[in-house]
């Protein structure tokens, strides 16, 4: 069967985020993480900004040139036949005109979506205007429609994630500023830094469009999120970087005690693994 078009795809996955059933959608740094999750039986897949940086040699926060990040988004949605969504962080720009130009490069790397911080790069503790963040989100759906993909663009607010301003304004100010993206075409709206059932009930019911949480330590189970009123959650860098985790613990073995066994137990096999990276039938 040859691989669906961008815009099946597209479709594809906006029609994953209108339940009942919440998308669960795994974050993959390069191919053979990709087809692991696919394999998996994911029916999306997103990227990873951190993820892909860090395996690049890059810190994460838009250190890594879009270039780069692209070149990693273009070779996971060839290696994969579902929905591929792309983290892109800010956009790699600070106006409308540079971020569209992020968002065709994305779209023509296979994407049919992507993430959109509205953090300032640098000022952990500010976040962009809203105007000018709707006049952002304006202008990549305006690239989008002239591709003719229905682009998934899933508008995040940083307010809870780096904790900023009082506390007891955080939830009332992120309802309102996903509301806002909501207004101006986001299709998604990414409140990550969530994790009690509590706030995540209230935004689940504040918001005007489906609500993507980031999975986390103490976050609820799927299907806990699910009726709590959860349209997709992610897990962000979590799998690389538990990925890492595992490697640590390996290397410390290998050097301490001269044996093999966490390289060895539950290891992927040789033609397994290059098989991951092999193209599927009808890819050239």
């Known amino acids: 069967m040859a691989k669906k078009t961008q815009a099946e795809l597209a479709r594809q996955f906006l029609e994953l985020h209108r ?5 669960v959608l795994p974050n993959a ?4 993480s990709a087809r692991i999750f696919e394999d998996a ?4 897949i997103g990227t990873t900004s951190a993820g892909v940086a860090f395996s690049l040699g890059y810190p994460d926060g838009q250190k890594i040139p879009r270039g780069e990040m692209l070149a990693v988004v273009r070779r996971i949605a060839e290696a994969v036949e579902v929905p591929v969504t792309a983290d892109v962080e800010a956009g790699f720009g600070s106006t409308p005109e540079e971020v569209a130009d992020t968002a065709r490069e994305v779209i023509a790397a296979g994407a049919v979506g992507m993430n959109l911080e509205d953090g300032v ?5 500010l976040l ?4 000018l963040q709707k006049e952002i989100i304006l202008a990549v759906l305006g690239v989008a429609a002239a591709s003719r993909v229905p682009f998934v663009l899933n508008a995040r607010t940083d307010i809870f994630l780096y904790g900023i301003g009082p506390a007891e304004t955080r939830l009332a100010r992120t309802i309102e500023r996903l509301n806002a993206y909501r207004a101006g075409g986001a299709q998604s ?5 969530v994790k009690d059932k509590e706030t995540i009930t209230q935004l689940a019911r504040g918001v005007t469009g489906p609500l993507n949480i980031l999975a986390t330590v103490g976050t609820p189970p799927t299907a806990e999120l699910e009726q709590l009123g959860v349209a997709r959650v992610s897990v962000g860098s979590g799998p690389m970087r538990a990925t890492l985790g595992f490697l640590d613990r390996m290397a410390r073995q290998l050097r301490d005690e001269g044996v ?3 390289m060895t137990e539950g290891a992927l096999p ?4 290059n098989r991951l990276v092999q193209p599927k039938r009808g890819q050239s």
């Open 121 to 125: 790069e640098g000022k952990p503790d």
């Open 29 to 32: 740094w390069d191919v053979s």
């Open 270 to 273: 040789y033609a397994d693994a």
């Open 41 to 44: 039986g994911f029916p999306a």
């Open 189 to 193: 709206l990414f409140a990550p830094g």
């Open 128 to 131: 962009a205007d809203v105007n």
């Open 19 to 23: 339940g009942p059933k919440i998308l």
């Open 260 to 262: 093999f066994t966490l």
